[in-house]
């Protein structure tokens, strides 16, 4: 018993170092203000995590980091760095999509594989190249404002677009290619999509010079739960089993505790028989009730909370892609 409480102490103990993403002092930041580029609302909220857009409507996975210094031209001088030790996973050298230029890095050092991207960067270093080590505070490129989004990004709102979160599975190409308003747009991105990337708040995480990732996962609340009948399990439940309770290994389906932004924070294996195993291949199984209105607003579940939503449908088809 000694033993295992002993154990336990260690891992929750355990942490990887964080720096800062750009040039800015992490130290100087007293309030959000300081370190957040607004959108053109100039609304200053709307550059943090959250339902921050279109007066609650629209989603943003990310945190917005403006510059510090600027060129005559108005545009950054500020670098963007790997925020922890880490790998380069995808490199981005082109505008175009809503990222504009961007780099993913995954850290196998962290309790658990999370993902950090850094989006709309003017520059990427030529050094920087998929399998190459990032040790935290190496320059990944210089912060810009490149992006193929609907709305050009202007040279007073440039910025570091920051991202971390799970990776939703291996096989996103196949449930990519299968949908019918992709049949004129390729993936380009391969597994970086970033519809395979589910973000989660990244300042529990960038404020600190140590986080515990795995913790910052399972700080979200579970707010939307779905079971799901499979006969193999989802990839994501391998990669990462640290959020996975229960006989994994004889499992007939699995009920799957969501965070409301659509991250699956908790898996729990049902075995063969189970009442919860549902009769289609997955349903949605509960919701809290407490936050309704932000689950419709982000698509989670439908207005009239009885099915699920887009956004959930489509997390839980790329979850199940590959799967039998
Ligand atoms: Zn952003």
Known sequence: MLLIVALLGTVSAAAIEVVWPTSMDRTSIRVPEDYLQATISEIPFSGSFGMVREEGQRFHEGVDIRPTTRNAAGEPLDLVFSAMDGQVAYV??????PYGKYVVLTHPKAELLVYTLYAHLAKIDPAVKVGEAMTRGKAIGLMGRTSAGAAAITPDRAHLHFEVGLILSTSFGSWYSVQPENRKSPNQHGLWNGQNLMGMDPMPVLIRTRANLLDAVRSQTAVVSVTMR??????????????????????????????????????????????????TRWQLYAIDNSVRKLLTSRKMITPDAKRAGELLTQNVEILLAGVR
């Not at 981005?92 to 999509?97: L, V």
């Open 92 to 97: 981005n050298n082109a505008t175009n999509g």
């Open 230 to 279: 499979t006969a193999t399990a989802p990839d994501f439940v391998k990669r990462y089993p640290m959020l996975v309770s229960g006989d994994s290994e004889h499992a007939a389906g699995w009920r799957v505790d969501f965070s409301w932004q659509g991250m699956p924070i908790r898996w729990t294996a049902l075995e063969a028989g189970h009442a919860l195993l549902p009769s």
